[in-house]
Each structure stands twice: as C-alpha cells, then as structure tokens.
C-alpha cells in the first residue's frame, strides 16, 4: 500500500512543475503569460461547459481525463508555441522520452493507463480525443481577443496560418465552435491589417 | 444557439480570473505563491491517481467535476488562507454572493446544476463532497514539505491547528491520506520546534 501511494504521490509531486512551464499565450487580461497547469484547468472547465453540444459519442468525463494530462510532457520538452517554428519530430521525440519518464513514475498498471490516454490523445483519431484537441486549439485565440492580439501580435500571425494551424484542428472535433470564433477571429485580422 | 454558447463564453472568460487568485500555499519548489487555477488543475490531478482507494460509493468523475468549480468564488470573495485569521460568517456571505454572480453567468440550466454541485462541495456531507474536500487540503501540506515549511512557517502553526484545520478534514473523506501525511508533517514540526 504504501509503496504504491508513494509511487503516486512521487508522479503528482512531479506534476506540480507544469504551473513552471510557460505557454506563448498570456492571460485574457494581458497581465502575464499563461502556465501549463493553469490553462490545463482552464480547458477541462470548457469541456464541462461546452460538452452538451459534443457527438453522442464523446464522453465528457474522459475527455476531462484526458486534458487533466495532455500537457504533462511539458514539464520535459518545454512548450512549442503554435505559431513559433519548431522541429516537429524533434518535438515528438522529446514528448514521447517524457511520457515515458513522468508516466513511468506511477505504479505500472496506472503508467500504462495513463500513457494510452495521452497516446490517444496526441493521435487525435478517436472522437473523445478529436473534443479534447479542440477544445485545447479553441482556448488560447480566445484569450488573444480578450487582450487585444497576444501571440498573435508577438508572432505577427496571418489569418491564414491562424485557419490553418488552429481553425482547421478546432473544426475537426468541435465545428460550431469554430462558427462562433471565426467572424471574431476574422474580424480582428482585418482590422489589424488596416492599422 | 449563439445566445447560448454566448453566455457560456462569458463564463469561461470570466473564469480565466482564478489565475490571478494568489493563495497562501507556494509550489513545491517555493518560487512563488500557487494560483487558484493551477491548485484546482493540481486536486483533480489528485483525485484521478488517488481516486482508486475512496469508498466504493465515490463516483470520481463527479468529484473531479466538483474540484473543476469548487474555488470560482474566490473570483469575488478572494482566498482565505487556512491558517489566517478570517470572519467565516462573513467569508461564507461573500462566497454566496460571488456563487450567485458567477454560475449566473451560465445558461439557467447549466447554472442551477454547477450551483448544486459546489453547494455539495461547500456542505461536505456525501461521499463525493467529503473525499473531493479531503483532496482540497490533503495537496498543500505536501507542498509544504517539499518547500521546507511554507506557509506552516509564514503563520507561525502549531502541529495541533495543522491536525485541526486541515489533518481532521483529511481524515473524514480519506484517512489513509492522512495516514501517510501525518508521520511526515509530525516529523517537520517536531523538527522545527527544535530549531
């Protein structure tokens, strides 16, 4: 008993230095950047709050699960900023060493469970896994409209990139959220082009 | 649909604020003081890995929902650090009013259900309330023994307000928590007194 609470709480000791990891996306107010725990809570609240209009097929709770350890990796591999220019295998190399690592901290029957949980995750096949990457795309242009551009000012994002690297990703798993972003997102652009 | 999704988008927005609710705990590390968004990511992280030893008639999902909601009101009503000195009836008033304004925010239906939910985690009588409460005070003494002391030595406590305010809480929704805890928050206070 005591040896696989100690196992458990080495793992959530560990997680703690995600509220470490600094995203390319600050809060809605400006006032800093945002950290990975933080914004791990903040998209498991939108999955509560939005999963009513997810297919029949997706379960809300898991997808919870899911976003509760999506981010975990970081804690090694650092945060890749959407539009920041990274080498993705390389990225994927360092995110699958971390899995391995901070995952193989649990007793082994909860590191094997977990784990899958994040390979589906990344995989982004599976309709629980599709929600989950939607809503973890659909977060952060949110917070850059309530601060008046964030990353999308510091990495002199285009309309384009934007569709591309998180509208398309958004609409896969949760297209009528991306109907709701879009014309504000859209506007926002356009204005931006005109200063 | 767009009124809807509007007034769920208002929710979430305003949620972004518990980043910047400081309390009285710091990260294990003790670099900085822990945030109210990133603690309540860390206790639902908590309760997936620890949730497997509650009682059978604990439903996990349910308590992860209910730690997802249970610090919104400090939006409003702010952090009262668990050994400082605050007026409870005056704290609990607060709190209601800040309950009613934030879930207000939401669809009614949804508001009414996310209401109940954290109207369950305030009056800690059902399982899931109890074990999610447990949880809520099981992660900060944890950081307090990686940090050295923490806010134990910011507040000058005594191993009996420890066991009181927060060991007693421990107890009642997961003593074997507390079981494991108490030896190793024991040891750092006897330490202390020696100093």
Redo the contacts between chains.
Sequence with gaps: ??KR?NA??A???E??????IIRGTT???G?RY??S??H???I???A???G?DAPDNVNI?RV??ML??HDLVEIDAGDAPIFGNHDATEMAEKETAAADRIFGL?PPD?ATSFRALWDEFEAAETPDARFAKSLDRFQPP??NL?SGGGSWIEYNTQFDQFEARVGNKIKRGAP?LWD?LQPKAAAWFETRGKR
């Design positions: 008993m005591n609470l458990q709480m793992f959530l000791m997680a703690d230095k995600l509220k470490q809060l809605a107010s006032a945002e950290n725990g933080e791990s809570w903040h498991a609240l939108y509560l709050v939005l009513e709770d919870i699960r509760l350890l649990l909860q949110n917070q309530a009528w709701w």
